[in-house]
């Protein structure tokens, strides 16, 4: 493209150059045809002056006969024998002969310097572009090399930039997960750390003691099931995530009542909302549906209850609003808990964050849990706390075609 551009100006440049030493050939021309003429025209008069008798059309008519009529006219009467006259001819032609070599030069080397230049201009993009792959190969993918322009390495400039762009998304997301890693492996190792010691404790005891009294063995057991059972909890709750992280999770979406899905919720709650007497207050639309995948958003929506139950008081009461619009379907669980803190409200749906109100068999996974299967579907979840009075969750599904 660059090449055709060039040659394109290049190209008008020497038809201008054509039009322009025909221009003053023509010029030149004209101007010799004047001094002859005049030279002619000063004879024909002498030659009426001399003889009058001789009309003016029937010399016209012996100049247009007569060939080269007009030289030899000059030649008969003396002009061109006259020196004067020849240097004056002479000179004349040399100038215009002058003008029309520097005419022609001069757009010769305008041509030459305008090649040189976009040259010289495409040496040093392409230098440009050289420099920039050798920084992105030591690492360095802060360089803008964005072009507005249309040609060839315009374009490998664009596609670069946007290779550079992907590159580094990927190096700082790369750099995220190694220490998202790196964190959720600490936060692993302390979640099962725990429980672990707990339980050698416990079986190191049993083991110790041949003669333990029934009683105090069978708490040992029953602890110790609740810890492995725990620790079973936390490693599905684990394997899930990595799924979603991996984008292994296949969803099976279907067209979804919201009201069988928060009365399935309620129902799956039913011995911790028994134990602690708490009432569920439901204000559902009939008619309002989602486009998901049952099970997951089952899942997602138990854990939000649960975690509204967990931290309620006995006998309160948890109140779940779904609102039907044509944009998004909401769903708000309000608890009247003891609420959530500032700092850890900047926390809650990070992976095994615990506040300071967290039961002590909370895993700490529930709420991001959800939050990631919940925007799978299309949606996203917020909260909204204040301390001693409670706490909201909302959720809204944004409507689109399926």
């Given amino acids: 493209m660059e090449k055709l551009k060039i040659a394109v100006c290049g190209a008008c440049l020497l038809v201008v150059a054509i039009l322009g030493y025909c221009y003053v050939s023509k010029k030149q021309n004209e101007k010799y045809e004047h001094i002859i003429n005049s030279a002619i025209s000063n004879i024909v008069d002498t030659v009426i002056e001399k003889y009058p008798d001789v009309g003016e059309e029937e010399i016209l008519n012996i100049l247009r006969n007569t060939k080269n009529s007009k030289t030899n006219i000059l030649k008969k009467y003396g002009y061109l024998n006259n020196e004067n006259y020849i240097q004056k001819l002479e000179n004349e032609k040399n100038i215009d002969k002058k003008i029309n070599i ?29 420099q920039y792959i050798n920084e992105v190969n030591r690492g360095n993918y802060k360089l803008k090399i964005e072009d507005n322009g249309e040609d060839e390495i315009s374009r490998l400039r664009n596609e670069l930039y946007k290779t550079t762009i992907l590159l580094r998304e990927t190096a700082e997301n790369s750099e995220k997960e190694k220490v998202s890693l790196s964190n959720s492996l600490a936060d692993i190792s302390h979640q099962i750390k725990t429980p672990i010691t707990s339980m050698r404790i416990m079986l190191d005891n049993i ?196």
């Fill in 102 to 130: 520097m005419y022609i030069s001069i757009f010769g080397i305008v041509i030459i310097l305008i090649t040189i230049y976009y040259n010289n201009k495409k040496e040093i993009r392409i230098r440009e572009v050289n």
């Fill in 207 to 402: 083991e110790d003691n041949p003669n333990m009294d029934s009683k105090t063995r069978e708490e040992f057991i029953k602890e110790i099931s609740k810890q492995v059972e725990w620790i079973s909890s936390l490693v599905i709750s684990l394997l899930k995530l990595a799924k979603f992280d991996a984008g292994a999770i296949v969803m099976k979406n279907e067209t979804i009542r919201v009201k069988e899905l928060i009365e399935k919720s309620v129902s799956n709650l039913a011995i911790i909302l028994d134990i602690k007497n708490i009432k569920i207050v439901l204000n559902i639309d009939e008619n309002a549906t989602i486009f998901a995948d049952y099970n997951w958003q089952l899942e997602a929506i138990t854990n939000i209850i649960k975690n509204a139950a967990e931290h309620s008081e006995n006998n309160s009461k948890i109140y779940i609003n779904v609102v039907n619009t044509s944009v998004f379907i909401k769903i708000q669980i309000k608890d009247e808990g003891e609420g959530i803190s500032k700092k850890d409200m900047n926390h809650i749906f990070e992976r095994f964050y615990k506040s300071k109100n967290s039961s002590e068999n909370s895993i700490g996974i529930g709420l991001s849990l959800a939050k990631t299967i919940i925007e799978k579907a299309n949606g996203y979840i917020k909260v909204e706390s204040e301390e001693r009075k409670g706490t909201i969750f909302e959720i809204k599904y944004l409507k689109w075609k399926h």
